[in-house]
């Protein structure tokens, strides 16, 4: 089955209007991109999960802030569209950002609807050094969500934050549409992949490691019977390499997300860090 | 046919999924009850316009503010009832607080997710003296879409503010939906009909009957030529009953939503004055 590379909206709401008739259910992931094993892992999870796979392919300018890493962040659409074509996907969905935001459209919440996630949630980790983010990431999917119309949506556990805000927003809003969540990928040694891992100079790789080590120290202590959120938390920056810029390591009840000083099923225990210039993140759930 | 009314999410979602089987077109017409002649021109409208019509009866507390009148907005669900039944409507949707928004859920934006129009539209006319008001509406309306699933949703012109800013989300967020928006209705007198009217006095309901006054003449004087913002303005103020409290009395571009100091066609001219202590509001569009 040949693969469609849709740029405009009208185009992908055609097709799914025709599956739709047809009684296919439709699987979504939405991505920025810069394709990688995380990214295929989740597209291969919506193959077993759907009928038909849309991935849509976005930097959305509405999530970085003024000094992020919007103009830099790779984009690889010739490498994306052979990965895609690869595992099956039955569509691209590529729009331009003016097809997404309309022309001539300032991207401020002064002329632009935004779906606002709950404010506790947000300034917490992620939310705290990028205002604004989970505003841009919640408006965008419901966006691509209203576009595409899945019965499922793929995101990877790897952003935590990122995908407690979606799976609220869904319950919130009243969306028809289940988030399916999938487990991080990891490189050989442990490393979280991500698309920011390319901006790492081979030092800094190395040093990156340590993030990785750090929480599994956590989860061995954990298993050992250590739930003093303190403990841990002093082993685990005692791991981390001393050239990285620690930004949290904080532990959250993930049914609530809520910040707790006891470690315990289902404690999310997330990471983020500066090696060099790169921001990476990283988590485990206990 | 018989009518349903429904209480429960899932019963609504049933039905609905019955009809789209079916290939039906849904009218949605969300209300808070207390319906008027007003509505009933929303729900003939609806019924002209699809083949199953669902009206919603919620007095939405997310967009009272802490001193407004929630507690004591008119609720007559046997009369809705009637008057839903005698229109021939499919569903009433009349849902409890818990079931919109869950069991001892804090309503606020610390807590659920919010839909939040720009603020460059929301901060005039209505929403300048009524804050958070039009994200709670914007946020309910957009929950009931996700229930209701309509092809076609009806709301009055009488909210002029309101119908522009569900008309800017259904756009920003790319939902398959159509807003209607329908025409003022008003008693023989000229008088703009409210839920709130039952509110008025005798003595204020004649009072009252200036607003519409104030607009029928700047209208007049359009027509004559006089495009002049400040001449109309200072016009209908000399109009209006001395006793009422002019809230605001604007000239916006109905395109556009931003102020305009030269009226010409499509020129939203819109009016907030409480008699007594009941806030009415009017308009008219050039």
Redesign the interface.
């Known amino acids: 089955m040949d693969m469609l590379l849709a740029n405009k ?1 009208e185009n992908v ?1 055609e097709n799914i209007k025709n599956w739709k008739k047809e009684g296919l259910t439709i699987g979504l992931v939405p991505t920025m991109g810069a394709l990688h094993k995380g990214h295929m892992s989740l597209i291969k999870k919506a193959k077993e999960t759907a009928d038909k796979v849309v991935v849509s392919i976005f930097v959305n300018p509405i999530q970085f802030g003024p000094n992020e890493d919007f103009e830099k962040y790779p984009r690889t659409l010739e490498s994306d569209v052979n990965i895609c074509q690869s595992l099956g996907v039955d569509i691209i969905f590529a729009p331009a950002p003016n097809e997404m935001y309309g022309e001539n459209t300032l991207l401020s ?12 949630v947000v300034d917490m980790l992620c939310g705290k050094s990028r205002p604004g983010h989970f505003d841009g990431v ?2 965008v999917v ?2 691509l969500f ?2 595409v ?1 899945p019965d499922f949506a793929f995101f990877g556990q790897k952003d935590a934050q990122q995908l407690f805000i979606l799976k ?2 869904v319950k ?5 549409i289940k988030i399916i969540g999938c487990p991080i990928v990891r490189e050989k040694d442990g490393l979280a992949i991500s698309s920011r891992n390319i901006y790492l100079s081979e030092a800094e790789r190395k040093k990156a490691l340590s993030i990785s080590q750090a929480l599994n120290k956590i989860e061995q202590l954990y298993k050992q019977g250590i739930s003093s959120v303190d403990i841990l938390f002093d082993t685990a920056v005692s791991i981390l390499d001393k050239d990285i810029d620690l930004e949290y390591l904080e532990f959250i009840n993930y049914d609530t997300f809520i910040r707790t000083q006891k470690a315990e099923k289902n404690t999310l225990v997330a990471i983020a860090a500066r090696v060099g210039n790169t921001r990476l993140i990283d988590n485990i759930i206990l």
Chains 1, 2 share one sequence.
Request: net charge positive; aromatic share 8%.
């Open positions: 909206i709401k919440n002064n002329n632009l609807t935004y779906v606002c996630p709950p404010y506790n919640a408006t419901l966006k209203n576009i119309q609220k927003m919130d809003l009243n969306i028809n």
